[in-house]
């Protein structure tokens, strides 16, 4: 989250009208679904009644790991969103090295969740061929959701010195976990609904919230826009093609 080009002189930053705070009431958005979407199972589990095979013996060293360091990032992203909208650009700049480090500590602690996701539901009790085909789905979606995030966190971080690049990239990035969180909020707190089609539907309107904003505030879409949604789109399709295919499901019963 460092931006070298927010130190510079006032003229350069990009897009301050008609919306300043855009950034900012996105990333307070981004943090509800996070805070919402793993209350039950991860902030405030011991307040509520735990599914069998989400009993404590589930949650590793590893899922607390990453819960912590995933919320941190969240946080950190609303810190520094709002740091820019106080043009407090130094101390942003400064806080950067934290982003940098929260951006690596997110992909080494959600690669071990994610190959012991299978692991960790088999030895709970559930039947590999009853949750094959779900759960493949979803680790591919992980997978390929950590590979996006990493892609344009990276990008973001070459593009520190372009505020208008920088601060697309890194909120895209942060949109790739959102499905995971909303999913996890309509299965948690609405259990008879379609939890899958509206977590999909609420990361499709937060894409189109950035695009609207762009055309709002530039009257067209920004390139780092129109680059970062089309990649989490394209990965969000193709990790649900692979994990329904009949290779993806066999590359996950290798983890069991």
């Not at 530039?218 to 990965?235: C, D, E, I, N, Q």
């Amino acid at each position: 989250m460092t931006d070298t080009a927010l130190d510079t002189a006032p003229g350069d930053m990009p897009d301050n009208p008609p919306a300043p705070r855009f950034f900012f009431y996105m990333s307070l958005v981004l943090l509800t679904l996070v805070l919402a979407g793993f209350s039950k199972t991860f902030y405030l589990r011991a307040f509520f009644e735990q599914e069998p095979f989400l009993a404590d013996a589930f949650m590793t060293r590893e899922l607390y790991v990453h819960g912590s360091v995933m919320t941190a990032w969240f946080v950190l992203l609303a810190v520094q969103t709002s740091l820019i909208g106080r043009r407090a650009y130094r101390m942003h700049k400064m806080l950067g090295v934290a982003g940098l480090v929260l951006a690596v500590a997110m992909i080494a602690t959600g690669i071990p969740v994610i190959t012991g996701f299978a692991p960790r539901l088999i030895a709970a009790g559930l039947e590999a061929d009853m949750v094959l085909p779900v759960i493949s789905v979803l680790i591919w979606f992980d997978i390929l959701a950590l590979v996006a995030f990493g892609l344009l966190v990276a990008l973001a971080i070459a593009f520190r010195q372009t505020g208008a690049v920088h601060k697309r990239l890194m909120m895209m990035a942060s949109i790739t976990f959102m499905l995971p969180a909303t999913f996890r909020i309509v299965n948690g707190f609405a259990p008879d609904w379609p939890a899958m089609p509206i977590a999909l539907v609420v990361s499709v309107l937060l894409l189109a919230a950035m695009a609207a904003h762009d055309l709002h505030s530039l009257r067209k879409l920004h390139p780092a826009t129109l680059f970062g949604g089309s990649l989490v789109a394209a990965l969000t399709a193709l990790g649900f093609a692979i994990g329904a295919s009949g290779a993806g499901q066999g590359f996950v019963a290798g983890m069991l």
